[in-house]
T-cell receptor, first 121, second 111 residues
């Protein structure tokens, strides 16, 4: 079946502009995550959605970053007034169901999309 | 303070050898551990997950977990040039939904 898809694959923008990045998770997956990866670095958590619950926004680096998930499926990450330090690869992941406290499940495996490479000039 | 530590490498091994990749984590309540492989310019791909102390084998890959020492490793037997990639260690605990990643170890398998 289809994996996680993201668009655009590449985005070049000027400092101060707003950008929107899209993620389409695997069908049936209820959990959706956004991460970003700067050059040569590991992945940095940004935000997590699970069903209709309030999102976990604890990883968002500033109030310029926001995300929505409509209808429990597609998600959009918006960065307002972009800065050069926002340049990174933005990765979306989905998983079948949330991690259940106290249980070690294989279904908390996260499947990653191809990412959007954002360059802020 | 970094929560998940990995040696950045590069770790260079000859073809056919065993590659040993190591990861330490700081949070004692961590319960789920993952190894992802990431080729240059590509997204991470799950290799192994491990939840209990001991070894878990899958083909040429073996994950080892020691919760007392807060240590998880990945062994790759009969290393192939196609195994050359960055290997990311990721940890998940009961208090967070997301994974905490190390910065990755770059593996080079020399033909």
């Amino acid at each position: 079946g289809a994996g996680v898809s993201q668009s655009p694959s590449n985005k070049v923008t000027e400092k101060g502009k707003d950008v929107e990045l899209r993620c389409d998770p695997i069908s049936g997956h209820t959990a959706l995550y956004w991460y970003r990866q700067s050059l040569g670095q590991g992945l940095e958590f940004l935000i997590y959605f699970q069903g209709n619950s309030a999102p976990d926004k604890s990883g968002l680096p500033s109030d310029r970053f926001s995300a929505e998930r409509t209808g429990g499926s597609v998600s959009t990450l918006t960065i307002q007034r972009t800065q050069q330090e926002d340049s990174a690869v933005y990765l979306c992941a989905s998983s079948p169901r949330p991690y259940m406290s106290g249980r070690a499940l294989g279904t908390d495996t996260q499947y990653f999309g191809p990412g959007t490479r954002l360059t802020v000039l | 303070q970094k929560e998940v530590e990995q040696n950045s490498g590069p770790l260079s091994v000859p073809e056919g050898a065993i590659a040993s990749l190591n990861c330490t984590y700081s949070d004692r309540v961590s319960q789920s551990f993952f190894w992802y492989r990431q080729y240059s310019g590509k997204s991470p791909e799950l290799i192994m997950s491990i939840y209990s102390n001991g070894d878990k084998e899958d083909g040429r890959f073996t994950a080892q977990l020691n919760k007392a020492s807060q240590y998880v490793s990945l062994l790759i037997r009969d290393s192939q040039p196609s195994d050359s990639a960055t290997y990311l260690c990721a940890v998940k605990d009961t208090g967070r939904r997301a994974l905490t990643f190390g910065s990755g170890t770059r593996l080079q398998v020399q033909p």
